[in-house]
């Protein structure tokens, strides 16, 4: 069966570029999440998505990202204007109950 | 004090014996735990979850949860070269507001030498 996928797998961007990430979770899959992990680090929580509702945000770092789900399957993280810190690689989690599923990540570089 | 808290590590033991992560938690109120484990360069993948206090098995690993102490730990029998790897404990926080959100520790780095 098909896991959580994520598009493109790497992205390098010069600063200032606006960035689109796409996570496509397990079908079914009522939650999804965003990651944002750095080297050497664990997975730092971004936001949140019950269905298409965005439930919790609290965790995008400022308001250059932005996150939506409209139909309540496919998401995509955008960043704005990327800077250098916003390098990392970032995940998608969907989840059955409690287990959250992880996709293979997008490692995005900003130069 | 961070809300997840692991031994960074590096913990190395020899092919064949038991190696232990731990993790403790901060949040009394947390009753999902979960560990897992993140090879190099690849996205973390579940290895098991515990909810209720004492031990869970699963093959050569074993999950122990000790909710008074706020303590989860993962017990790896018989550990292979294949076992190298970053463990990673989360664990939900329904006092942070979201019962779904996991907070997660920096991970354990685990080296089985052969």
């Known amino acids: 069966g098909a896991g959580v996928s994520q598009s493109p797998r790497y992205k390098v961007a010069k600063r200032g570029q606006d960035v689109a990430l796409r996570c496509d979770p397990i079908?079914?899959?009522?939650?999804l999440f965003w990651y944002q992990q750095a080297l050497g680090q664990g997975p730092e929580f971004l936001t949140y998505?019950?269905?298409?509702?965005?439930?919790?945000k609290s965790g995008l770092p400022s308001d250059r990202f932005f996150a939506e789900r409209p139909e309540g399957s496919v998401s995509t993280l955008k960043i704005q204007r990327t800077q250098q810190e916003d390098s990392a690689v970032y995940l998608c989690?969907?989840?059955?109950?409690?287990?959250?599923?992880f996709g293979p990540g997008t490692r995005l570089t900003v130069l | 004090q961070k809300e997840v808290e692991q031994n960074s590590g590096p913990l190395s033991v020899p092919e064949g014996a038991i190696a232990s992560l731990n993790c403790t938690y901060s949040?009394?109120?947390?009753?999902?735990f979960f560990w897992y484990r993140q090879y190099s360069g690849k996205s973390p993948e579940l290895i098991m979850f515990?909810?209720s206090n004492g031990d869970k098995e699963d093959g050569r690993f074993t999950a122990q949860l000790n909710k008074a102490s706020q303590y989860v730990s993962l017990l790896i029998r018989d550990s292979q070269p294949s076992d190298s790897a970053t463990y990673l404990c989360?664990?939900?926080?329904?006092?942070?507001?979201?019962?779904?959100?996991?907070?997660w520790g920096l991970g354990t780095s685990l080296a089985v030498n052969p």
């Open positions: 079908s079914g899959h009522v939650s």
């Open positions: 989360a664990v939900n926080m329904p006092n942070a507001g979201n019962n779904r959100k996991l907070i």
């Open positions: 515990i909810y």
């Open positions: 998505f019950q269905n298409e509702a965005q439930l919790d």
């Open positions: 949040d009394r109120g947390s009753q999902s």
């Open positions: 989690a969907s989840t059955l109950a409690d287990t959250q599923y």
